[in-house]
């Protein structure tokens, strides 16, 4: 048993933003209907508009997070004087919170919350903790249908960036991980053959980045990674045989895929806008993540499909590869 009320330390949400202030409002009135709220510290950091075209979303947001957010044990607000780009102004945060915090909870300006959210990432936090296996709690979940799943959380290595929480330890450690690594795991004759039957998505994308095609900075250090979206994450785990807990029913609804984000479209918005949340109050306890069936994994692990021409140019590319590091 694990009561919210004996937790030590809760864990910070850090938002990123720049000029949505509906999506941010949302957001943020669904945190503070949590029963944490008033015990959690929120982090927002404003990115500087990169053009004039944001310019009054931009000022919109900096009058809502300037006239003083209520409902949480702190605000904790930043204005960026430049513009740092949404992977920057996520790196930004990170690094504010880690002064004060071991872990975090990450949230984009565009998800809405369910009630328990913050109770169910604190209680996952807390249990796994110490999990080298463990990598983040996702509070997301994809609209599928898992048959053989019967408990409260499963463990996957299909990553989702709508509303996270991890531990500064765990982030710092996945440093080590590079180009390197991706790179051998591809060109891997027999490891390769057999990600590519199990999730065809994520191999193609490690492909890519494997070839240098995109999400890979050679920065200072073999592991520097500018930019590491939900994918790099799940190539991550997939290699370091890593995972992350994920809920039954989700604990998070998106409303950005209306055109107004950065890489996400209105071709699903009304799929993402209209799933349901997990609207239960709390929970007793929070039991160990099951391992899913080979079916439910499969459902969950191509629940984005890739597509032929994908595949076709993603062999080709590895042929070369293989052709180079031959000659």
């Excluded at 370091?240 to 950005?256: D, H």
């Amino acid at each position: 048993m694990m009561n919210s009320d004996c937790m030590e330390q809760f864990a910070p949400v850090a938002i990123h933003t720049l000029n949505r202030y509906e999506h941010l409002k949302k957001c943020i009135e669904s945190l503070a209907k949590n029963k944490l709220a008033q015990k959690t510290e929120l982090f927002i950091s404003v990115d500087y508009p990169p053009n004039e075209k944001y310019r009054n979303g931009y000022e919109k947001v900096v009058e809502f997070v300037s006239s003083g957010i209520k409902g949480f044990a702190g605000v904790n607000v930043y204005i960026q004087e430049t513009n740092l780009g949404s992977a920057r102004n996520s790196l930004f945060l990170n690094e504010e919170v880690f002064k004060k915090y071991d872990r975090i909870i990450k949230s984009e300006d565009d998800n809405v919350f369910s009630v328990n959210f913050l109770e169910y990432m604190n209680m996952y936090l807390d249990k796994y903790s110490e999990d080298s296996s463990i990598y983040a709690v996702c509070g997301y979940v994809y609209p599928v249908c898992l048959k053989d799943l019967k408990g409260e959380t499963f463990k996957s290595d299909m990553f989702s960036a709508w509303g996270y929480g991890t531990w500064k330890a765990k982030m710092d450690a996945r440093k080590s991980f590079g180009i390197d690594d991706i790179r051998n795991a591809v060109l891997d004759g027999k490891y390769a053959r057999i990600w590519r039957k199990r999730n065809r998505h994520i191999y193609n994308e490690a492909v890519y980045v494997a070839a240098g095609k995109h999400y890979y900075y050679r920065g200072e250090k073999a592991g520097d990674f500018v930019n590491f979206p939900d994918f790099m994450l799940c190539i991550y785990l997939y290699i370091s045989g890593k995972y992350v807990i994920v809920p039954a029913y989700s604990k998070v609804r998106n409303i950005g895929n209306d055109g107004t984000g950065e890489h996400c479209n209105d071709k699903s918005e009304d799929l993402y806008a209209a799933q349901g949340l997990d609207e239960r109050n709390g929970f007793e306890d929070c039991p160990d993540a099951e391992s899913l069936s080979d079916r439910d994994r499969y459902v969950i692990e191509n629940y984005v499909k890739a597509d032929l021409r994908s595949n076709v140019m993603v062999d080709l590319i590895r042929l070369k590869m293989i052709l180079n590091s031959i000659i």
